[in-house]
């Protein structure tokens, strides 16, 4: 016999109290709690999964070795997971409904032909899951798929199968009896969440988990489940566009700034091996208000364009808007370029666009965001075979900014003739030979000397 209790769950930070509360002291979120039960299960009923002996070993007796990794076959995933997969990891993948991570999921158990996959959707039929692998149009006979929620059933097939790696679609589909509430609740993503930790590390496979993301952009089930895993990646992208991101946030085995990119065809994910060619738009004609930035996301430099467009305000209090650049910042640089160059922005309505859909927070697109803004106030654009690099602080000066020869070296690549950087950057590159040409700058003024 088990027994019951009931606990008050925060749904939004996952805070626990014994008594239904209005405001949860933890997130400061009104009319978050909801009741879940828990039993306790007897003695015998627990201990289905293998505790691992574990005896304290002193540090220096302990071989570090190479943790080991699986290769993914995903240049991509695995340059986000740090070098591939390593074994006995968990690591949850969230992201908006409808983004593609059932999708990536699959590809990626598809394409791991020399590995076992068990691919376990709660979500979908086995029916389903085969059209969108016949779909994506590879064949591979050591994949399975399983259709289950009930942890202890996965955790038998998993002993059967002995797989190599388990995708889980997704968490907030997964049930334990030793629970009592409802699939997605708190507790039920934790209970099972810390079954799939302890398979995974007394087993050494693998685990990725499929997270679904909460209307404010949080991983449903919260920030409980984030502290389990070992990785965290986030799959985003905007809907209109093909161009999907995957950004490591929490890694136990890597650094977190590393980024994939990916685009939605009509077979499946492609993985994006060279990102500036496409998001470097359309450029048939030069347009004024467009500037390109020599940008680096995680170890990849990436060249994006950035548009601006400067109207006169019809209204009293002018528009500031914009995709895909943090609006703070936007106005922090037009108070600057106001200020400093003696250009009249405070009254004009200002949008400003990070194409293909993008999110950047690099502070070298700084140059570019600014000479976007100054060629459409100017309305004279910028000559296309130009490209910028640099932060402008405060006082008006022209930062330098990291990685500045990959970010050059990358500009040479994709053509671009001359390029325009703080001037401190040079001593950098004292022994450095570029066929492109180097433009620094010190100071906002030289700047829009340079551009006008
Ligand atoms: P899906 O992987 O189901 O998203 P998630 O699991 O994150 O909810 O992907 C859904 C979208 O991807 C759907 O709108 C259809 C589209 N899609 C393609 O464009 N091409 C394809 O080859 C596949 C399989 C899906
Ligand atoms: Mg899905």
Redesign the pocket.
């Known amino acids: 016999m088990s027994k019951s209790k009931s606990v008050y769950f925060c749904q939004s930070c996952g805070h626990q109290s014994g008594k239904w509360i209005g405001k949860c002291p933890s997130c400061g979120e009104w009319n978050t709690f909801v009741e879940e039960v828990i039993s306790k299960p007897s003695k015998k009923e627990a201990g289905n999964i293998d505790i691992i002996k574990s005896v304290p070993t002193a540090v220096q007796d302990i071989t570090s070795g190479n943790e080991r990794r699986i290769n993914t076959n995903s240049t991509e995933l695995n340059r986000v997971l740090g070098g591939g997969m390593v074994m006995g990891s968990i690591v949850l993948i969230g992201?908006?409904?409808?983004?593609?991570?059932?999708?990536?999921?699959?590809?990626v158990a598809l394409n791991m032909m020399d590995k076992k996959i068990l691919y376990i959707s709660g979500?979908?039929s086995q029916q389903q899951i085969k059209m969108?692998a016949d779909?994506?149009g590879i064949q591979n006979d050591k994949c399975y798929l399983l259709n289950e929620t009930f942890t202890d059933s996965i955790f038998k097939h998993c002993k059967e199968v002995e797989p190599d790696l388990v995708i889980i679609?997704?968490i907030q589909t997964l049930h334990t009896n030793i629970i009592d509430s409802s699939p997605g609740s708190i507790s039920q993503i934790r209970e099972t969440a810390s079954q799939l930790q302890r398979y995974a590390k007394s087993s050494n496979v693998p685990v990725m988990l499929?997270g679904h993301i909460t209307k404010d952009g949080n991983l449903a089930g919260p920030k409980v489940l984030e502290h389990m895993v070992d990785t965290v990646l986030q799959?985003e992208g905007d809907?209109h566009y093909?161009f999907r991101i995957l950004r490591s946030v929490k890694n136990r085995f890597g650094s977190t700034s590393e980024l994939g990119i990916y685009e939605?065809?009509?077979?499946?994910?492609r993985e994006v091996i060279n990102p500036s060619e496409i998001l470097l738009s359309n450029r048939d004609e030069v347009a004024s208000g467009v500037a390109i930035a020599a940008m680096i996301e995680g170890q990849r430099p990436l060249l994006i364009e950035t548009q601006a467009l400067i109207s006169t305000a019809a209204f009293g209090t002018p528009q500031r808007s914009s995709t895909g650049f943090d609006l703070r910042r936007l106005n922090m640089l037009l108070a600057v370029l106001e200020k400093r160059s003696g250009f009249r922005i405070s009254s004009k309505d200002v949008f400003l666009n990070i194409a293909g859909g993008l999110k950047v927070d690099d502070p070298a697109i700084d140059l570019a965001v600014s000479a976007a803004i100054i060629s459409s106030l100017d309305d004279k654009a910028v000559p296309p075979n130009m490209c910028f690099a640099g932060e402008i602080g405060l006082s008006g000066e022209i930062r330098t900014v990291s990685h500045i020869e990959n970010r050059i070296s990358e500009a040479e690549k994709l053509g671009f003739e001359k390029i325009v950087l703080s001037k401190y950057c040079l001593k950098n590159l004292s022994n450095k030979k570029f066929k492109i040409e180097l433009i620094p700058v010190g100071k906002v003024r030289d700047f829009v000397e340079v551009l006008i």
């Not at 939605?264 to 994910?269: A, D, I, K, T």
């Open positions: 992201g908006e409904p409808g983004i593609g991570k059932s999708t990536l999921m699959l590809q979500e979908e969108r779909r994506i679609d997704s499929i799959f809907r093909g939605m065809m009509s077979n499946g994910l």
